[in-house]
């Protein structure tokens, strides 16, 4: 072992670290490291700049180089005992035993010295001398080097297959960017052609009411005119005698008897015209996200179900709220997730015409004592619902209501989802803070809000307890969708009935 040790020892120390092989021309540097001396001059390059030391990267300077010239009798002793063939590697000597390598262990695969067969390892191993072993390797060479070139070729051939796999598929990228540069400025183009049809619709409904506005406001000037003359005529036969009072009055009278108003019409402050944007819902529903009710924001007059996707008002109050005290009358429930950055997109399906309020709202909103449902007070939000505004989404049977909030923009719009149409955006805000999703109802509803599985999922309706069929579910994360029993009479004063 010492032996073996010594020889690795010598061996490693007069083996240059660049070019792995024994010194030649050692020299040392300033910090302490040799190297053969080309090694040193193709490292530094040219001129006498500082360098870094090729192995412990200080810098040294060029007149920093000394000649080890004990080093270089060392590496010149170690060659003469056979040639080196890098640090670790092996010469004709054994490395453990300094004898030279005359014998082939055919187990180990390597060159052994007597000593070596001689050992236990190699006792029962196939050992044999090394010209008769290179003999049987250099007949077995040549197929080797025939399966290695077929190999060679083969992996060339997958190798060209795989460039013109690469530039086909490069081509076929490229193809599909054109394509979709093409399909979007096509999809532009048709958006362009839908803007200018439903701005020209807009123009055109807008100058038909004008039209009809201007003829009843003439017809009603014209009225007018007619009312002011029997008017200053009745005035003037006030101040004659009596017999000019009574001249003619039968006249004057019947024409005040056939004399009738006509009513104006009424005329609808919502236009026809709607704006319809093609692949509306379907953008938007990249953004859609799950809210679930939240069981601790629930007005103890609304009964959550086990799996907090059902909600119903059991207790509707039926009687006439005053004035004061009209906003406390709203039962509400929160979503349970916090919205506090980014695009959120939900949908809110609004059944049998209740009475009903969607929206966000902060998250310590005062929802029991709050005077308004406003913006002021934390709230935003929009539906048929007094006192936030109307807006009626109801033309067909299940409509449903697509919420949509740009947090960063400040913006919460609202879409008609069964006609792909904008509804209403509120008026710009500066959120700060987290938002939850609230749904309002008035307490003398019977408002039911249903959690509605994503299209595709809807599970199949069981019976109750009570008999009753449940809200619909969902196996999947589920949409907030709301809905509410026929609106009933509120019985309102006419200055808060909406």
Known sequence: MAVRSLARDLQDEATCPICLDLFSEPVSLGCGHNFCRACVDRSRGVGDAPFLCPECRKPCATRSLRPNRPLGRVATALRRLGPAQGRGGSCDLCAEHLEPLKLFCKNDQSPVCV????????????????????????????????????????AQKLQAEKVKTSEAWQVKVQERKQRTVAEFEKFRQLLAEEELRVLRELEEEEAAVVEVLRQEES??????????????????????????????????????????????????????????????????????????????????????????????????WNGQPGAEGLFGV?????????????????????????????????????????????????????????????????????????????????????????????????????????????????????????????????????????????LRGSLRPPLFVFGGAPALDLGLPSQLNP
């Open 115 to 154: 000593v070596c067969d001689r050992a236990r390892e190699h006792r029962t191993h196939h050992v044999v001398p090394v010209e008769e072993a290179a003999q049987t390797y250099r007949g077995t060479f040549p197929k080797i080097l025939e399966d290695l070139r077929e190999k060679m070729k083969k």
């Open 330 to 470: 709203f039962p509400s429930v929160l979503g349970s997730e916090q919205l506090s950055a980014g695009r959120h997109y939900w949908e809110v399906e609004v059944r049998d015409r209740g009475r009903w309020l969607i929206g966000v709202c902060k998250e310590d909103a005062d929802r029991k004592n709050s005077p308004t449902w406003t913006s002021g007070y934390g709230f935003w939000s929009k539906g048929d619902l007094f006192p936030a505004g109307v807006f009626s989404p109801q033309k067909t049977p299940h409509p449903r209501v697509g919420v949509f909030l740009d947090y960063e923009a400040g913006e919460l719009s609202f879409y008609n989802v069964n006609e792909e149409s904008h509804i209403y955006t509120l008026p710009r805000a500066c959120f700060s803070g987290p938002l939850r999703p609230i749904f309002i109802t008035p307490s003398w509803c019977q408002t039911r809000l249903t959690v509605c599985p994503r299209q595709g999922n809807e599970a199949k309706d069981t019976p109750s307890a009570n008999g009753e069929k449940p």
């Open 219 to 316: 017809t009603l000037a014209a009225q007018g005119r007619s009312v002011e003359e029997l008017i200053s005529e009745l005035e003037g036969r006030t101040e004659r005698p009596a017999l000019g009072l009574l001249q003619g009055i039968g006249e004057i009278l019947s024409r005040i008897k056939r004399l009738e108003l006509q009513t104006p019409k009424v005329i609808s402050m919502e236009p026809k015209t709607v704006c319809k944007v093609p692949g509306l819902v379907e953008t938007l529903r990249r953004f859609q996200v799950v809210v679930t009710l939240d069981p601790k924001s629930a007005h103890p007059c609304l009964t959550l179900s086990e799996d907090q996707r059902s909600v119903l008002q059991t207790r509707p």
